[in-house]
């Protein structure tokens, strides 16, 4: 306010008084709080009550634009109850009825903010005030989790249930939209045991109930997430929203499962410990990622079931399996490749998927057996082994003569082997004093030992 220049402060009677007015503030005792929204979100499934919890940015200012205090230079969002008296009543009242990403503005007259002596120190007297506000996160300690946008694989013989292994990826938002976490950008998922608190527990009961090959979005209230503290770039008290993926799980408990999808009329002669088998195979994971194929190689897996050769898994899927079998095996990872997996080409804990074919069996031996005769023993072995008749017999001749019996179908190598292995471990066991040569004494004691042996 200026005047026009007097000394002393004395105005004249007859002077005429001009007054530049500049209007601070106006408002009247019927003025209610006026909100203006001017960006609403495209979605918004729930607005804010009373006693919900929210965290929001604001600028406040008074009338004439002078800023007196914003939670955007504190860095830091004002957090708090809505409706119950923890803000002034204007600002209870203002901030009801919003979404979360919302921005409004919301004048509040004195009388419903810090009426007729302000608040002590930045708001005088009977100052209106404005504020910018964006809500970014809202929710009720009431809440539960809630699971949103699922996307349900049709087949789904299975759900997730406390105790199982889940393999999943998830993207990690606010409410507002802020990334603050992700599996795909480690390029490796998140694998925990479900129900059982090893994550927060609004993930531990978002994960139950899932398909494998489900999507969902679980969206977490902070009492069940990491609460007033927040964690990392999570701040305190928000709201966390998890799109998921599963990409497997399985319990420990799980043994293989077997879906036989064709069996040759005749399937009457079956895999057992000790047959040597040709098959084919595709691998691959719950999702479908082709891991390994056979096929693709054009040449087939070769192994002496029982001889741990294959993954235990593997070897279960493969018994009891006739030629020209088709089956389709489910193996989770303790009977796998275990929570290691192996590097660069099974993800460790993995449940795999094999597609089998078997191409050919030849019958093992009877179990403990590297050699068998199909005709009667000869009485006179031993000279007969010493072919040059000098009384010993040394691994030449030895192995000459085993192969002899094999060809002509007198005896049996145990299949899957390498044959000049075994005769030379067959060799090794008759020389007893290991001087290379194996002599009639010493063949006649090997002979009368044991009739579970060899020879
Ligand atoms: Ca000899
Ligand atoms: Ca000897």
């Known amino acids: 306010m200026a005047r026009s220049s007097t000394p002393a402060g ?4 007859d002077s005429v008084l001009h ?5 601070m503030d106006i408002w009247n ?30 600028n406040g200012t008074f009338l004439d634009g002078t800023l007196f ?13 809505v409706g119950i008296g923890w803000l002034i009543p204007g600002m209870d009242k203002g901030l009801l009825g919003m979404c979360v990403g919302e921005k409004r503005i919301i004048t509040i007259p004195p009388f419903l903010a810090y009426g007729e002596h302000g608040d002590g120190k930045d708001i005088p007297g009977q100052a209106s005030l404005v504020f910018d506000v964006a809500l970014l996160d809202l929710h009720n300690p009431k809440d539960g ?9 049709e087949n789904c013989e299975r759900r997730s249930q406390s105790g199982d292994f889940l393999r999943y990826h998830y993207n990690g938002t606010l409410l507002d939209g802020t990334f603050f976490d992700s599996s795909y950008a480690r390029n490796r998922t998140f694998d925990t045991y479900i129900g059982q ?5 609004g993930m531990d009961e978002g994960l139950l109930g899932v398909c494998i090959g489900e999507k969902r979005r679980i969206v977490v209230p902070p009492h069940l997430g990491y609460g007033e503290e927040g964690r990392g770039n999570i701040p305190g008290s928000a709201v966390l929203v998890f799109d998921i993926h599963v990409i497997d799980f399985h319990n420990p408990s799980d043994s293989i499962s077997i ?9 009457s002669v079956l895999s057992k410990k000790g047959d040597y088998l040709k098959y084919h195979y595709n691998a691959s994971l719950l999702d479908g990622t082709l891991l390994d194929s056979t096929w693709n190689l054009g040449k087939t897996y070769n192994i002496v079931l029982g001889s741990g050769q294959v993954v235990l898994g593997m070897d279960m899927a493969l018994r009891e399996m006739c030629v020209g079998e088709k089956r389709t095996v489910v193996i989770p990872p303790h009977l796998g490749y275990g929570e290691a997996g192996v590097d660069g080409e099974v993800p460790g804990s993995a449940v795999l998927v094999f597609d089998i074919e078997l191409l050919e069996l030849v019958a093992g031996l009877p179990e403990g057996y590297m050699f068998i005769w199909n005709d009667e023993v000869s009485p006179n072995l031993f000279e007969e082994i010493d072919k040059d008749g000098n009384g010993e017999v040394f691994l030449e001749e030895f192995s000459e003569y085993i192969h002899a019996q094999v060809a002509s ?3 049996k190598l145990a299949p899957g082997f390498d044959a000049d292995m075994i005769v030379k471990n067959m060799f090794t066991n008759q020389d007893r004093n290991g001087d290379g040569k194996v002599t009639a004494e010493e063949f006649k004691l090997k002979d009368q030992e044991t009739k579970h042996d060899e020879l």
């Open 29 to 58: 005792s019927e003025d209610q709080v006026e909100i203006h929204t001017y960006f609403k979100p495209p979605s918004c499934p729930r607005t804010t009550q009373v006693s919900d919890f929210v965290r929001y940015h604001y």
């Open 259 to 267: 879906t036989s999808h064709y069996k040759p009329s005749d399937c």
């Open 197 to 201: 608190g090893y994550v927060i527990p």
């Open 69 to 81: 205090d914003s939670s955007h230079n504190r860095m830091k969002t004002y957090d708090t109850y």
């Open 19 to 23: 007054f530049d007015v500049l209007l």
């Open 409 to 411: 179908g007198k005896g």
């Open 10 to 13: 004395v105005i004249p009677p």
């Open 145 to 153: 989790i809630s699971i949103e946008n699922k996307i349900v694989p």
